[in-house]
């Protein structure tokens, strides 16, 4: 399963480079806007640097949701972009919102830390070491949220984020993996100035992940007598393999000819 994930990351990206690049730079532009909004006004108080965070979290928090209908649609093969990413924006807001308390919980919690681990005693180390597993586990759940909303939509936000926890819990060596994965995407994009795979291929890839984990649960609530440890992934991704197909170095290239 981790191999076809990866295969299908990739294809999916590539397939969709375009687009995924010019949604990248949507996000690039923001950040580059709300910097200079932030150095033209020249405030070096600590309260105007915190309002702007909040801002830039807001208005990228916001946009996840319209990029993640987007996402939805290249794993499922299809190349509907911009409604797609608009309707997801006005769609998806009441998500958008949650999301954003939980990236502004992380970054307050890496100041709780910090506060704790000041104090120099025991109790103090204790706290920190409990929000730092707080803020491993947030970051852990954090990339199944929007895939999570894009296939179970009926779900409010919160039923969505405590979803995040059991799919963490359930399938934790996957989730250290795809955890590894995003950290190379990371890197990859740093590389590339944001533009691939960027925030927009993050995405996509959590989309790939959750779609191909949700074939499982399918496949349990059908056969719930059978061992959960033994899941036949080569018949439960068939389908996906057929879709996603052979691939070579022309084909990737030069898609008109094939």
């Not at 709780?112 to 759940?141: K, Q, R």
């Not at 439960?236 to 691939?247: I, N, T, W």
Request: proline residues 3%; aromatic residues 16%; positive net charge.
């Amino acid at each position: 399963m981790k191999g076809f994930f990866i295969k299908k990351a990739f294809f999916d990206g590539w397939d969709n480079l375009i687009g995924m690049a010019l949604m990248n730079l949507a996000y690039d532009a923001i950040v580059l806007a709300v910097l200079w909004v932030a150095f033209r006004a020249g405030a070096s108080n600590a309260i105007f640097g915190y309002a702007i965070m909040l801002v830039l979290l807001l208005l990228v928090s916001i946009l996840m949701g319209g990029s993640a209908a987007v996402t939805k649609n290249y794993s499922d093969y299809r190349r509907d972009t911009w409604q797609a990413f608009k309707d997801g924006v006005r769609r998806n807001i009441r998500h958008s919102l949650l999301f954003f308390l939980g990236l502004t919980l992380l970054n307050v919690n890496v100041f709780v830390i910090n506060f704790y681990m000041s104090f120099g005693n025991a109790l103090g180390y204790l706290i920190a070491l409990i929000m730092f597993w707080v803020e491993v586990v947030l970051v852990l759940c954090i990339p199944y949220y929007f895939p999570l909303m894009n296939l179970l939509p009926a779900d409010r936000p919160l039923k969505t984020a405590r979803k995040c926890f059991i799919i963490v819990a359930d399938n934790l060596g996957f989730t250290i993996f795809f955890f590894i994965y995003n950290l190379i995407c990371i890197a990859l994009s740093c590389v590339t100035m944001g533009l691939v795979p960027g925030l927009t291929g993050l995405q996509l890839a959590a989309q790939d992940a959750m779609k191909l984990l949700m074939f499982k649960y399918d496949w349990l609530e059908e056969n719930g007598d059978k061992d959960r440890k033994h899941v036949p992934w080569d018949d439960l991704l068939y389908d996906e393999r057929e879709k996603v197909g052979p691939r070579s170095l022309k084909s990737m290239i030069f898609p008109w000819k094939y």
